[in-house]
């Protein structure tokens, strides 16, 4: 077959025992880490977004996710979403239409990196929580965030901002991603004119010469 992802209404089957996904060579959404844990597990995942169109809601967090599930934006008037505790390593650009969203945890993911592009378009968020994971610099565009009011990022090995900053609140990580964003952006315009002014000879082209299973 080629069924992409599962119907919501199947969250409803709290009685489901068999679910076979066959030689479904497109599949998408549950991804592996959810299908593999059988069929209740399923059951349970797709009822929280049945879930989330009423209570604007949606946890997820303890699904072993390495990705933001392609329905999550489909819940357009979501305002709380907890992906804590998966594998979602790279926050993707899923999230940018999210216009709703003002609380987000990402909570133990193990996250290394976080796009400047992604997190900071989200300017509705108010509450972040990047707790437990491996970040080492927060991008200088989360200044962009102005409605934020709570952020949390404590055990991380994070040396920007440093300690000294964020032991002092959210207020002060604002205020410290703000200051070094306008700097950020000076040193930007400042590369821009240089390489205006000096022009690199332009180079020579070069021609360059499934899933499918039962679970039960």
Not at 185 to 214: C, H, N
Request: proline share 6%; glycine share 4%.
């Amino acid at each position: 077959n080629f069924v992409e992802k599962l119907p919501r209404a199947i969250g409803s089957c709290t009685c489901l025992k068999v679910l076979s996904y066959v030689a479904n060579s497109s599949w998408k959404d549950p991804e592996e880490s959810v299908l593999e844990r059988g069929a209740q597990n399923v059951v349970r995942y797709l009822h929280r977004f049945v879930n989330a169109i009423y209570d604007k809601n949606l946890n997820l967090s303890g699904f072993g996710l390495t990705e933001i599930p392609s329905a999550v934006p489909d819940v357009r008037s979501l305002e709380v979403l907890d992906l804590s505790d998966n594998a979602v390593r790279t926050p993707s650009a899923e999230f940018i239409l999210m216009t709703a969203l003002t609380d987000l945890s990402l909570d133990k993911n193990g996250i290394c990196e976080l796009d400047p592009l992604v997190l900071p378009s989200i300017s509705s968020l108010t509450r972040l929580s990047l707790r437990d994971n491996s970040l080492r610099a927060l991008p200088m565009r989360m200044a962009l965030l102005t409605n934020m009011k709570e952020l949390l990022l404590d055990n991380n090995p994070l040396s920007c901002p440093p300690k000294r900053v964020i032991v002092k609140g959210t207020r002060s990580v604002m205020d410290f991603l703000s200051v070094n964003y306008r700097y950020e952006g000076r040193d930007e315009t400042s590369r821009d004119q240089r390489f205006r002014t000096y022009r690199l000879p332009p180079v020579a082209a070069k021609t360059t010469t499934s899933k499918g299973g039962i679970i039960e």
